[in-house]
């Protein structure tokens, strides 16, 4: 008996392992936040990426990996691989790149480089995405559909991740303590009138 629960462990392990290889690595946790508006992912190669773009006629990519990397052109602390990507998604005709690197947690100066590419609707639809698309991504489309599809905070929360309770997203962990907080730009308005 315990060997075949032995075995039948081993093969649900062997699963859960052998989706998180195809997820990161092949499909680049590519999925819709809302359907033909915005998408999350992590890093897709420069080589495939046009091919995104163009299946889901995505118009902006929005990078969250590197933080501080804000001029592509003049800072000598970029990477190859923001460049190669930024080349990549303008070769498509019409996309935009957008460098919007933020640390796990964003500060207000991310949020606002992020809302300034989401309030502009000729933007989407979107592609947000960071390294392995199981965090920042995440946690910004989270935001995205707090801030801009009225989605509630624990609602947004618990779409982020599969089994968001055992990831940095549940209560008390940062992220889901910070999605749980967060207040949209109206609610800050309201709260400043009274």
């Given at each position: ?191 400043a009138k009274k």
């Amino acid at each position: 008996m315990k060997k075949k629960i032995l075995i039948v462990l081993g093969i649900i392990i062997l699963a859960a392992v052998g989706k998180y290889v195809y997820d990161v690595n092949i499909d680049h946790n590519f999925e819709p936040v809302v359907e033909g508006k915005v998408y999350r992912s992590a890093t897709i190669p420069p080589d495939e990426l046009t091919d995104y773009i163009k299946k889901y006629n995505i118009k902006s990519v929005v990078d969250l990996r590197k933080p501080g990397t804000n001029d592509l052109i003049n800072n000598p602390e970029v990477s190859p691989e923001l460049v190669a990507e930024k080349k990549a998604v303008e070769s498509v005709a019409g996309a935009k790149y957008f460098d919007v690197g933020s640390e796990q947690i964003p500060n207000q100066v991310t949020l606002d480089k992020f809302y300034a590419v989401m309030d502009n609707p000729d933007n989407y639809p979107v592609l947000i995405h960071c390294y392995h698309g199981e965090g920042r991504a995440p946690l910004f489309s989270a935001i995205y559909k707090i801030e801009y599809e009225g989605v509630p905070n624990d609602e947004a929360r618990k779409e982020s991740r599969w089994f968001v309770d055992l990831s940095p997203f549940a209560k008390g962990k940062e992220k889901g303590e910070y999605l749980l907080n967060y207040k949209t730009r109206k609610q800050q308005e309201e709260e400043a009138k009274k």
